[in-house]
């Protein structure tokens, strides 16, 4: 399949043409936008912009950035979802991005794109209403996997089991959750959270029919059963002011410990999401948006987390921290860590919305 995929690179490249060029964000941007991609555990940054095409080079650098995803099977193979600019996705580990045909993923808002566990040409893109899939790496998209109408509600969230990828679940703007058992044939709400975004769904490494549900303000949403009956988690956040305000989730590769960018700073649970406690950070609680946090999934000692200007790096589980300075004056909103070297990290950004 990564054969398949290159050849696609190639082919790509070609058609594109002059249609890789204009990206941007308001009038105001500078170009230091897009994504920024450390090969030394965050000591050093490179802004990964370059669109090639037919007619010229491209750049990415004035985007903003909404979400960054990796394809399980190929750590070469990263997604990018941007505010106004849809989505474009890199088989060359950001060392040049590409457009997919599909006329409706070129602009918009694109939240989330996840790729298929099992099948790396399989791959889901959120974009307003609808959920496009794509089983042929982007040659042809279907629009219609979902499509949401009530009015005023989006979808946000999408993940892929990884024991059997036909189960498919979306978060969406209203607190609501769907899942799929086809592939996105058919859905079913198994989860009415409120009326706030699902801001995180996780499927547990570990068992799959462990699913936790982030939200912007209700805490989280817990299943150990494949979404037949839900626990809410919130009391367990009382202590900590805003804890329930989740931006992000990760967990590593056991299933075992996640973490959560919170309203309050950082949290951290051993048990899937049951339980929870604050990590120690060089800021005080509630004093810096963290919307981009991750850690090697294999050693969850090593943790990473952007705010404002700064990137920290804490390789002892979070009792200490050291820091860099990113090279850009917009917020960072993801970051993803490479599980094959955890010394490889992206962080994606965006400029404050007014």
Same mark, same amino acid.
Not at 35 to 44: E, I, P, R, T
Not at 125 to 132: E, H, I, S
Not at 204 to 222: C, H, I, Q
Not at 321 to 333: A, E, F, G, H, I
């Given at each position: 399949?990564?054969?398949?995929?290159?050849?696609?690179?190639?082919?790509?490249?070609?058609?594109?043409?002059?249609?890789?060029?204009?990206?941007?964000?308001?009038?105001? @941007?500078?170009?230091?936008?897009? +994504?920024?991609? =450390?090969?030394?555990?965050?000591?050093?940054?490179?802004?990964?912009?370059?669109?090639?095409?037919?007619?010229?080079?491209?750049?990415?650098?004035?985007? @903003? +950035?909404? =979400?960054?995803?990796?394809?399980?099977?190929? %750590?070469?193979?990263?997604?990018?979802?941007?505010?106004? @600019?849809?989505?474009?996705?890199?088989?060359?580990?950001?060392?040049?991005?590409?457009?997919?045909?599909?006329?409706?993923?070129?602009?918009?808002?694109?939240?989330?794109?996840?790729?298929?566990?099992?099948? +790396?040409? /399989?791959? *889901?893109?959120? $974009?307003?209403?609808?959920? *496009?899939?794509?089983?042929?790496?982007?040659?042809?998209?279907?629009?219609?996997?979902?499509?949401?109408?009530?009015?005023?509600?989006?979808?946000?969230?999408?993940?892929?089991?990884?024991?059997?990828?036909?189960?498919?679940?979306?978060?969406?703007?209203?607190?609501?959750?769907?899942?799929?058992?086809?592939?996105?044939?058919?859905? $079913?709400? #198994?989860?009415?959270?409120? $009326?706030?975004?699902?801001?995180?769904?996780?499927?547990?490494?570990?068992?799959?029919?462990? #699913?936790?549900?982030?939200?912007?303000?209700?805490?989280?949403?817990? /299943?150990?059963?494949?979404?037949? &009956?839900?626990?809410?988690?919130?009391?367990?956040?009382?202590?900590?002011? %805003?804890?329930?305000?989740?931006?992000?989730?990760?967990?590593?590769?056991?299933?075992?410990?996640?973490?959560?960018?919170?309203?309050?700073?950082?949290?951290?649970?051993?048990?899937?999401?049951? &339980?929870?406690?604050?990590?120690?950070?060089?800021?005080?609680?509630?004093?810096?948006?963290? @919307?981009? +946090?991750?850690?090697?999934?294999?050693?969850?000692?090593?943790?990473?987390?952007?705010?404002?200007?700064?990137? *920290?790096?804490?390789?002892?589980?979070? =009792?200490?921290?050291?820091?860099? $300075?990113?090279?850009?004056?917009?917020?960072?909103?993801?970051?993803?860590?490479?599980?094959?070297?955890?010394?490889?990290? *992206?962080?994606? #950004?965006?400029?404050?919305?007014?």
């Amino acid at each position: 399949m990564r054969t398949s995929k290159l050849a696609l690179l190639a082919c790509t490249i070609v058609l594109l043409g002059a249609g890789c060029f204009g990206f941007g964000g308001s009038s105001t @941007n500078t170009a230091d936008g897009g +994504v920024y991609k =450390s090969v030394n555990g965050g000591q050093d940054w490179a802004q990964v912009a370059a669109v090639p095409s037919s007619k010229g080079v491209g750049t990415i650098a004035a985007t @903003n +950035v909404l =979400s960054l995803s990796m394809d399980p099977q190929d %750590n070469q193979a990263i997604y990018l979802g941007t505010r106004e @600019n849809g989505m474009l996705y890199s088989l060359t580990a950001t060392d040049a991005w590409l457009q997919p045909r599909t006329d409706g993923l070129k602009d918009g808002s694109i939240p989330a794109v996840t790729v298929d566990p099992q099948d +790396v040409c /399989t791959v *889901y893109v959120a $974009r307003g209403a609808r959920v *496009y899939k794509t089983d042929n790496c982007f040659r042809s998209a279907d629009s219609e996997i979902y499509v949401e109408t009530r009015a005023d509600v989006l979808v946000l969230k999408i993940a892929v089991d990884w024991f059997n990828s036909q189960v498919v679940w979306i978060g969406l703007s209203n607190g609501d959750v769907l899942k799929s058992e086809n592939g996105g044939g058919t859905w $079913r709400t #198994v989860l009415t959270s409120g $009326r706030k975004d699902v801001t995180g769904i996780i499927v547990s490494n570990a068992d799959s029919r462990v #699913v936790l549900v982030a939200t912007e303000s209700d805490g989280f949403y817990k /299943t150990t059963d494949g979404g037949v &009956t839900w626990t809410q988690v919130e009391k367990e956040l009382k202590d900590w002011k %805003n804890a329930t305000r989740v931006h992000a989730l990760v967990q590593d590769a056991t299933g075992t410990t996640v973490l959560s960018a919170s309203g309050y700073g950082i949290m951290k649970s051993v048990d899937f999401g049951t &339980t929870w406690a604050p990590l120690s950070l060089l800021t005080a609680p509630g004093q810096v948006t963290i @919307n981009a +946090v991750g850690m090697d999934p294999n050693n969850a000692s090593l943790i990473y987390y952007a705010a404002g200007g700064t990137f *920290y790096i804490s390789t002892d589980g979070g =009792s200490n921290w050291d820091t860099q $300075r990113l090279p850009t004056t917009r917020q960072p909103q993801v970051l993803l860590v490479d599980p094959k070297d955890p010394n490889v990290v *992206y962080v994606g #950004v965006a400029s404050v919305e007014k």
